[in-house]
């Protein structure tokens, strides 16, 4: 079995019948699934990404699959069509959006419940009112033990403290505890503390890094678009955000970026 030059790492955020920023149609997503699946794709999870950043192997055509912010319709849309092709992905949680009850049905299980357009869900949030935008600890451990999703971090509070917090120290400060308390709730939800770390809009700076190395993350992803070669920095993880078309669209960009020299060459000529 040959072993990969390179691994691409995809960036979801919502699969949703509701059009909007961010949204691929649970058509599309499941259009893609099935590419995977078989093509002879092989979905890894973080530390197997790890692993292969510290120079061990991994098979040909290996790829990641991420979501960020963890959305209600991650487990209404997403799950159900990743277990049918018996595909594994990760998901970045904001931890302090996730709420208790029960799990909601998912596509295939009930009557689902409504998603919620991008911006309907940031609106949610903001008005106190997460639970109808984002997921629920059960339905995360639902996913867990389905083998679907595993499960990182992506802050507790998706804040941009650039952006509120004009004093350095005071900036980093709120970051670190940002950042910690993530991992504390990580740890006692799902029994582990995540060394993986999402940034917030992608945004990070050294001193970012610093404050999230000292919390205890290893491994830090961006929205950098590229791909993961054995010497990309652990702390410098990129991401290819992945568009709302049939799998046609990511079949060709999946043979660009498991490529280390045509990736190279396609990113040089289509910049961001």
Wanted: hydrophobic share 40%; aromatic share 10%; glycine share 8%.
């Amino acid at each position: 079995m040959k072993n990969a030059q390179a691994v691409p790492v995809l960036m979801y955020h919502h699969i949703s019948p509701v059009a909007g920023l961010v949204t691929i149609t649970p058509e599309n997503f499941r259009d893609q699934m099935r590419y995977l699946a078989t093509r002879g794709w092989r979905t890894v999870g973080l530390d197997d990404l790890a692993r292969f950043l510290a120079g061990d192997p991994l098979p040909e055509k290996s790829v990641v699959i991420t979501f960020d912010d963890g959305y209600l319709d991650n487990w209404v849309y997403a799950h159900p069509i990743m277990a049918e092709h018996g595909l594994n992905g990760v998901i970045f949680l904001v931890s302090g959006w996730i709420g208790d009850g029960a799990a909601r049905p998912h596509a295939g299980a009930g009557n689902v419940p409504v998603t919620l357009s991008h911006k309907a869900c940031t609106d949610a949030v903001r008005a106190g009112r997460a639970d109808v935008a984002m997921l629920r600890w059960s339905e995360v451990d639902a996913m867990r033990a389905a083998g679907s999703f595993e499960f990182h971090s992506h802050t507790h509070t998706h804040t941009r403290w650039d952006r509120v917090e004009a004093d350095r120290e005071v900036r980093q400060a709120q970051l670190a505890n940002d950042l910690g308390r993530s991992r504390l709730v990580l740890q006692q939800r799902l029994g582990e503390a995540s060394v993986h770390l999402c940034w917030p809009q992608g945004y990070y700076d050294d001193a970012y890094r610093v404050v999230a190395r000292q919390a205890g993350y290893t491994h830090l992803y961006t929205v950098r678009r590229d791909t993961c070669l054995p010497t990309t920095p652990t702390e410098e993880i990129p991401r290819i955000v992945v568009k709302d078309k049939p799998a046609g669209w990511l079949g060709k960009r999946l043979e660009i970026y498991r490529r280390p020299w045509l990736s190279k060459l396609y990113t040089r000529l289509h910049p961001e």
